[in-house]
């Protein structure tokens, strides 16, 4: 039932920003893990960054310092702030929730940078 849905992608040229969002369903927050992960055409889902229990963060290299994430209280809302932003970042990027050991997966939103 529970259920992610991601919005904010869009086109952006290089160096600009762009923020992601990703809206889950009903009136609770259940998970205990989020992440974003990104898929350019032709190549593997990678992980982007994470959101611990605790509030701790992890990002991937290719992005540390350039990408924010984080959450509110209130929305039940994981966002996926995008700063300086270089073509390579091109890709649908996915918002992933965990329960327990059970992972619950958006459709997606497609990010172009390009000038």
């Known amino acids: 039932q529970v259920q992610l849905v991601e919005s904010g992608g869009g086109l952006v040229q290089p160096g600009g920003s762009l923020r992601l969002s990703c809206a889950a369903s009903g009136s609770i927050f259940p998970f205990n893990q989020m992440a974003w992960y990104r898929q350019a055409p032709g190549k593997e889902r990678d992980l982007v960054a994470v959101m611990t229990l605790g509030g701790g963060t992890r990002y991937a290299d290719s992005v540390k310092g350039r990408f924010t994430i984080s959450r509110v209280k209130t929305g039940n809302t994981l966002y996926l702030q995008m700063n300086s932003l270089k073509p390579e970042d091109t890709a649908v990027y996915y918002c992933?929730?965990?329960?327990?050991?059970?992972?619950?997966w958006g459709q997606g939103t497609p990010v172009t940078v390009s000038s």
């Open positions: 992933k929730g965990r329960i327990g050991t059970y992972d619950v």
